[in-house]
């Protein structure tokens, strides 16, 4: 094996485990407050409750889809576009932004 190929091998996986992880992270909680947002129940507590409890499901949900593409940079921009349109949609809302 070259050199050349090692390191771009060893660059690919620590790119996929940031973007599992912080990625992951990130998208993981904007779903999770859009979720809480949209239940139907009058308890805001239950609500915020079961949208973070479905944000660990859909954290998992990211990480195995970010090993799973072929290439780390289509898992990092996938994952990104997700973050991107989560923020815009919650901002649309007025969840986020307010002064």
């Known amino acids: ?21 912080i990625g992951g992270f990130i998208t993981a909680n904007l779903l999770a407050s859009l979720i809480a947002y949209y239940l139907p129940s009058t308890n805001t507590v239950d609500n915020i409750v079961a949208g973070m409890m479905l944000g660990f499901i859909i954290w998992t949900v990211v990480t ?10 289509q898992a990092f921009l996938c994952i990104t576009a997700v973050c991107v349109i989560s923020c815009g949609w919650m901002s649309y809302l007025g969840l986020v932004f307010k002064s």
Not at 64 to 73: D, G, L, P, V
């Open 1 to 21: 094996m070259s050199l050349l190929y090692l390191q771009s091998t060893k660059l690919d996986i620590t790119l996929r485990i940031i973007t599992a992880f």
């Open 64 to 73: 195995i889809y970010t090993f799973a593409t072929k290439s780390a940079i």
